[in-house]
């Protein structure tokens, strides 16, 4: 599975943005997804993850609750992370992730056997 973030960038606090990743060489649907991030200085910390084929269960880091939506498209292989109402606190690095044999949604990385290369999103006070 090859995976491809995209759609970060630097934008104030309050701004929404939406990262994408497209995902090729593998059943797209069959795949349990996630975003995670890592902040300069701190480990990779889980932030979303949307379970295989519809998509019918997500899961959410408190830190994000209510401000991200996890959403995927199985007719494009891409999955989205809408970031609403963002904070300087959400300055990171973004990695998806793609579990190969897990229904989803989960939150430990351990249980992902596919990483993207990360898109980096920057949110100034």
């Known amino acids: 599975v090859q995976l491809q973030a995209s759609g970060g960038g630097l934008v104030q606090a309050e701004a929404s943005l939406r990262l994408s990743c497209a995902a090729s060489?593998?059943?797209?649907?069959?795949?349990?997804l996630g975003w995670f991030r890592q902040a300069p200085g701190k480990e990779r910390e889980f932030v979303a993850a949307?379970?295989?084929?519809?998509?019918?269960?997500?899961y959410y880091a408190d830190s994000v609750k209510g401000r991200f939506t996890i959403s995927r498209s199985n007719a494009k292989n891409t999955v989205y992370l809408q970031m609403n109402s963002l904070k300087p606190e959400d300055t990171a690095v973004y990695y998806c992730?793609?579990?190969?044999?897990?229904?989803?949604?989960?939150?430990?990385?351990?249980?992902?056997?596919?990483w993207g290369q990360g898109t980096k999103v920057t949110v100034s006070s």
């Open positions: 992730a793609a579990d190969t044999y897990g229904l989803g949604p989960d939150p430990r990385p351990q249980e992902y056997d596919y």
């Open positions: 060489g593998r059943t797209f649907s069959s795949l349990g």
């Open positions: 949307i379970s295989s084929r519809s998509g019918g269960s997500t």
